[in-house]
């Protein structure tokens, strides 16, 4: 069974492109244009493996969102990729204070970004 992968971004390009790079690798995928639309469809799958989320998003910024799945026993060890344009070292380091496992800038390249994620679900 392919693994499943939660898209977190506001940008429709941004996912589309994304899913269809993950789609290509053989992930499941399913999207979400929100830190709170991410939320509520982490918690109706079945299974997530892992999240890639964008910081800024209406309504609920990556941040938050990375944060509140955290603060939940059942996905602490959820593997979360942040994918974003706030590349400065404050924004990094923040992300992975709050529980990410990486930190790509925004454009990422694809083999690069594909490898990491392979190397976090093991």
């Known amino acids: 069974m392919s693994k499943h992968i939660?898209?977190?971004?506001d940008s429709?390009?941004?996912?589309n492109l994304?899913?269809?790079?993950m789609k290509r690798e053989g992930f499941a995928?399913?999207?979400?244009?929100d830190g709170l639309d991410g939320l509520e469809k982490l918690y109706a799958a079945a299974?997530?493996?892992?999240?890639?989320?964008d910081v800024n998003m209406p309504r609920m910024d990556g941040f938050t969102f990375i944060k509140t799945v955290?603060?939940?026993e059942a996905y602490r060890d959820l593997p979360i990729v942040v994918l974003s344009t706030e590349g400065q070292e404050k924004d990094i380091q923040l992300g992975m204070s709050l529980g990410a496992n990486l930190y790509l800038v925004k454009p990422a390249q694809p083999d690069k970004m594909v490898k990491?994620?392979?190397m976090l679900l093991g």
């Open 6 to 9: 939660l898209i977190v971004d």
């Open 12 to 15: 429709k390009t941004v996912r």
């Open 18 to 21: 994304v899913a269809f790079i």
């Open 29 to 33: 995928i399913t999207t979400a244009e």
């Open 47 to 53: 299974k997530v493996d892992l999240i890639i989320s």
């Open 70 to 72: 955290r603060e939940q």
């Open 116 to 118: 990491n994620i392979r």
